[in-house]
């Protein structure tokens, strides 16, 4: 479905409870939609996507746009394409060793980042790189909004449906007395995500959905 079919069901819904106000300008209508989309998506863990990015020499953090949460990361150098290991940052007192086996060049290449740190979405290479390279990364980012009348969400088409009723239930809000209305909504929309997560991890995606803890943990003191 198109934002403006989208658009239409979710003015449907609301003229059939009787509250339809002609009014109201689209852009409520399509901040509602928005909304739910973004909070469907993030409690679906998707979309699941690859991005490549330029990283200029001695950068530490790399910033990528929309990304959520990080699954897997690659360093690209001279058209050689090497996995790097991601951390689990524990912030406990006994650190020290752990914390100079990572930047002692005695261990590993210096400037050539081999582990990385994740954090919303920004991304610790370590070591520093001293020379510009490539990331590759993949992992669940945030949606792009939903602008134009054409545009489409980024999910199955039998799913659509949950997005105009949680921009119903959103609509709701300023309406104590629609309380019993919006449980049932509520319901309906959990259930429905909770498929919608089950034929995701089903996907082309599946072997990458459920990866394995991370397979190094560094204790840092603070």
């Known amino acids: ?27 409520l209508y399509t901040a509602l939609l928005n909304r739910a989309y973004i909070k469907i998506c993030g409690e679906a863990d998707h ?8 990283v200029p ?44 086996i990572l930047t002692n060049d005695a261990f590993f290449t210096p400037g050539i980042p081999h582990s990385y740190e994740a ?35 980024d999910l199955p088409d039998n799913y659509h449906d949950l997005i105009y009723k949680l921009a119903y239930r959103y609509y709701l809000d300023p309406y104590p007395e629609r309380a019993q209305e919006r449980l049932l ?9 909770a498929d919608l997560r089950r034929d995701l991890r089903t996907s082309l995606y599946s072997d990458t959905l459920n990866l394995p803890s991370a397979i190094q943990e560094v204790w840092r003191l603070r």
């Open 57 to 100: 020499a001695n950068t530490e953090t790399v910033r990528v746009s929309r990304l959520r949460k990080t699954l897997r990361v690659w360093w690209i150098e001279n058209n050689t394409q090497r996995p790097l290991l991601p951390l689990r940052i524990r912030h406990r007192p006994e650190d020290t060793f752990a914390e100079y």
């Open 185 to 193: 909504l509520e319901r309906e929309i959990k259930a429905g995500i």
């Open 119 to 153: 954090r919303g979405n920004r991304i610790r290479l370590i070591p520093i790189p001293n020379t510009s390279a490539q990331l590759h990364v993949e992992g669940i980012f945030v949606p792009s909004l939903l602008t134009l009348d054409t545009d489409e969400p």
């Open 47 to 54: 979309p699941h996507e690859r991005t490549t990015l330029p």
């Open 1 to 27: 479905m198109t934002l403006a079919e989208l658009r239409d069901e979710l003015i449907r819904l609301i003229k059939y409870a009787s509250d339809y106000d002609p009014n109201t300008p689209l852009s």
